[in-house]
């Protein structure tokens, strides 16, 4: 059905820069919100940003300054431009897409599979 896949990580100096790409594909009609989440070993997955198709943006707090979101909504594609990287930016990073098949249908989640990023110290 939808599939959405992510590009980009990879291993980076501290205070370096990457950025990500998502692109969704599939049976879309349209994408609400496309969203970037992170995952470290023995922690939760938490937010980084997301935003709408209108262009609006959502930043966790200590990614502001740091991450820009933006998409592509002819490409059904997301980016996630990382600068300044620590350390501790180090995670599994993961696409969420709130897609829907048809115009009067329900929204549906779709997660792609994570591409890791690592920053060394």
């Known amino acids: 059905q939808v599939q959405l896949v992510e590009s980009g990580g990879g291993l980076v100096q501290s205070g370096g820069s990457l950025r990500l790409s998502c692109a969704a594909s599939?049976?879309?009609?349209?994408?609400?919100?496309m969203g970037w989440y992170r995952q470290a070993p023995g922690k939760q997955r938490e937010l980084v940003a997301t935003?709408?198709?209108?262009?609006?943006?959502n930043y966790a707090n200590s990614m502001k300054g740091r991450f820009t979101i933006s998409r592509d909504n002819a490409k059904n594609t997301t980016y996630l431009q990382m600068n300044s990287l620590k350390p501790e930016d180090t995670a599994v990073y993961y696409c969420?897409?709130?897609?829907?098949?048809?115009?009067?249908?329900?929204?549906?989640?779709?997660w792609g599979q994570g591409t890791q990023v690592t920053v060394s110290s």
């Open positions: 969420q897409g709130i897609v829907k098949l048809r115009r009067l249908g329900r929204d549906w989640q779709y």
């Open positions: 599939g049976s879309i009609f349209s994408i609400n919100f």
């Open positions: 935003i709408t198709s209108g262009g609006t943006t």
